[in-house]
């Protein structure tokens, strides 16, 4: 059973940065591809950002530049740092794990003056 605790969003001015986390039990992410997704109001979940076990990573063009995902093995934890944030990152991001039909809760992120 694959389980995906998201932790770490809030509300933060325009401009500013949060680092979301992603902690799974049920595989280590180091052998998995790991994807961060997000979701706003009246609209479809889109893929943000991805990291391969080998430690590549992929952005959609939306976030690319501002966002960067990361891996910590030791506590089988992915990060996506988001920098220089803005309205429209407003959404609940939600991370997944390669072959698993499982979600987290999601986190709210809120970017507003």
């Known amino acids: 059973q694959v389980q995906l605790v998201e932790s770490g969003g809030g509300l933060v001015q325009p401009g500013g940065s949060l680092r979301l986390s992603c902690t799974v039990s049920g595989g280590r992410v180091s052998l998995y591809v790991i994807r961060w997704y997000r979701q706003a109001p009246g609209k479809q979940r889109e893929l943000v950002a991805t990291?391969?076990?080998?430690?590549?990573?992929n952005y959609s063009d939306s976030v690319k530049g501002r966002f960067t995902v990361s891996r910590e093995n030791a506590k089988n934890t992915v990060y996506l740092q988001m920098n220089s944030l803005k309205p429209e990152d407003t959404a609940i991001y939600y991370c997944n794990r390669q072959a698993s039909n499982s979600w987290g809760q999601g986190t709210q992120v809120t970017v507003s003056a």
């Open positions: 990291i391969s076990p080998g430690g590549g990573t």
